[in-house]
Every structure is written in structure tokens, then in C-alpha cells.
């Protein structure tokens, strides 16, 4: 087996992931529109595609957010934004996420219309340490100093497809939002978003060479939301788009690897929030993010770490801010 093709015996496609707002987006909800549960911000360059090789694989995800502005519809930043009834909340806007995201993986060495088979969960657990202080007509809000670490939604994938050949890797797959994370309509500490989404997801992978040394990645995201807990609102259909490069540079002859990437991703709502409860539907959230992406594999124990960070750029009714992740992967 050539050096390069072992990190596919890691490489955990992880890409159908995780609730990146968690607090943010809850806290928002009255405020702002609905959001969806995928975050694009989150999976590394090579996570969106199968391992080759058939066995158990765990990564380990941890994700910071912050954010010290808040986009209006047409992309400016704004101190205040409008609240049901005609009211207005004042924004002071010191936002911080702390995401933690064990995911535990299975590929099989089944095979479904010429496409192995996989399978994985990802339960998460957050920090609600949203410090966007909201001066509204109920007095809500909450400072960091009160935010708590809790359970958040659970993702699980039973339906993963991936198609692996020389220079190239196809994937599909289905997947659900399990509203288990805290949840309390109206709480600004929430840590769930209080509702089930349906996920779909077709990725590629371009190999130049056969050792896979370079990597060229892309994935598509869909989401469909079911009806928010407690509340006649059901968030509008979503869609994401993921980019990314990767490059393995041998460090020495023991089968250490250097990982030099980069990332960028798209996301945006294409429908409307649906609902009685749905304060100004017709109006969408986007939003843009690009960044550096580097990393260490250790081929002999089937192990790596990556460092990731992605700037937020053109943000529209959302908060704008910066991504940081530090991930760690091992597959036996």
C-alpha cells in the first residue's frame, strides 16, 4: 500500500454535522429568524467522503464561535433590530460558543447497488454563553457569566453510501436531528433548537494521483425542518455548499504527515419560515465563510489532529464572526 493511501484508513466522513449556533441561534429565535442545525464551518476537508477501508472510527470534534456583530437583510451591520409588535431590541453583541461533538462510526464491508455502506452518530454538548445582551420588552437576555454546558440535539446518519475508486470518491447520505438538547420555549439558555430535521447529503472527492496525497472536495447539504416545539413556526428549507483542498507532505520516512488545506462553504435559506408564530418569514439568512486548515497524521496508529479556522464573510440576518476548530481522528 502506498504511504499516501493510508490516511484513508482515518479519515472519518464526518461532513453530515452538528448544530454550530446552539445557543446563538436559540437566543436569536424571537429576534431574528429561524436557523437550521447543519453547520458547514465544522468538517474537515476530507470528512465529507467514505473511509476505504471497513472497521470502527471515532473523531472527536471542538468548536469555538464568536461573533461582535449582527448582519441585517441587506448584509450592513445593525445595533438594533425590529421585535414582533413593533417593539426594538438594542444589540450589544458578545457572542461565544463552545461545542464539544464525539462521533462514533461504523463502515461496513456490505455493499448496496455497488456502494459500501456506513453508519454513524454524533451527540453534542454546548455552552450557552451567548453575551448578546437583549434589551426587549419582557427583560429577557443572559450575560456569560450565567451560561451552562449542556446536552445538545443528537445527529445520527443510518443511511451512508460511499462509492470509492482510484481518483475519485463519491458519497449519499440520509440523515436526522434528534431535538435532544435543552429546550424551553421563550429561555434564553437554551441549548437544543426544539425541533427534528431531515438531512440529505451528496459529497465528491477528486484524487490527482493515486497515492491521494492531494485531495479536492465538495459536498452539497439539504435540510428540511419539522415544526419548532411549543410554537406554530416551522424554519424554511436550507441549503449549504462545502469546498475544500488538502495536501499530504511526508515529515519523515516513520509515516508522519504534514496536512496543509483550505476551506470555504455557502450556506443560505430558500424557503420561508412557515407558521402563525413565524415573525417575518419572507425574509432569508445566508451566509459565507473561508479559512486555513492544517493538521498531522500519524499513519502507524491510523491517527490525526487538524486545526481549522474560517472567517465569516457576507452574512445576511445572522450574526458574522469566526470559526475555530481542533479536531482529532483515529480509526481501528
Known amino acids: 500500500m502506498r504511504p499516501h493511501r493510508l490516511p484513508d484508513k482515518w479519515r472519518a466522513g464526518l461532513g453530515s454535522v452538528l448544530v454550530i449556533g446552539l445557543s446563538l441561534l436559540t437566543a436569536g429565535r424571537a429576534e431574528a429568524q429561524e436557523l437550521g442545525h447543519y453547520g458547514p464551518a465544522l468538517a474537515d476537508v476530507r470528512d465529507f467522503v467514505m473511509p476505504v477501508k471497513p472497521g470502527f472510527y471515532f473523531k472527536q470534534y471542538t468548536y469555538y464561535y464568536t461573533a461582535d456583530k449582527f448582519q441585517d437583510r441587506n448584509g450592513e451591520t445593525v445595533s438594533t433590530i425590529p421585535l414582533p409588535g413593533g417593539a ?25 447497488l455497488g456502494a459500501r455502506y456506513a453508519a454513524y452518530i454524533i451527540p453534542t454538548f454546548g455552552n450557552s454563553s451567548v453575551g448578546a445582551s437583549l434589551s426587549t420588552t419582557t427583560g429577557r437576555g443572559i450575560g456569560a457569566e450565567q451560561s451552562n454546558f449542556a446536552q445538545g440535539d443528537t445527529f445520527v446518519q443510518p443511511i451512508w453510501l460511499g462509492w470509492n475508486r482510484t481518483h475519485w470518491d463519491f458519497a449519499l447520505g440520509y440523515g436526522f436531528y434528534a431535538p435532544t438538547g435543552k429546550f424551553e420555549q421563550g429561555d434564553a439558555d437554551n441549548i437544543g433548537l426544539g425541533f427534528w430535521t431531515h438531512q440529505f447529503q451528496g459529497a465528491v472527492a477528486w484524487y490527482p494521483s493515486e497515492e491521494r496525497g492531494t485531495a479536492v472536495t465538495g459536498a452539497v447539504t439539504y435540510e428540511i425542518s419539522q415544526k419548532v416545539e411549543d410554537s406554530d413556526v416551522t424554519p424554511g428549507q436550507r441549503i449549504a455548499v462545502n469546498l475544500g483542498v488538502s495536501q499530504f507532505v511526508p515529515l519523515n520516512k516513520s509515516g508522519l504527515l504534514l496536512e496543509l488545506g483550505a476551506v470555504g462553504y455557502g450556506q443560505w435559506q430558500i424557503t420561508d419560515d412557515e407558521g402563525s408564530d413565524a415573525f417575518q418569514p419572507d425574509v432569508h439568512d445566508k451566509i459565507f465563510g473561508i479559512g486555513p486548515q492544517i493538521g498531522l497524521t500519524y499513519v502507524p496508529w491510523n491517527a490525526a489532529a487538524t486545526f481549522k479556522w474560517v472567517h465569516e464573510i457576507n452574512a445576511e440576518n445572522r450574526f458574522e464572526g469566526e470559526n475555530f476548530t481542533l479536531n482529532f481522528a483515529v480509526g481501528f
Open 88 to 112: 426594538t431590541a438594542n444589540l450589544d453583541v458578545d457572542v461565544g460558543i463552545y461545542v464539544l461533538a464525539p462521533t462514533f462510526m461504523y463502515v461496513s464491508d456490505w455493499e448496496i
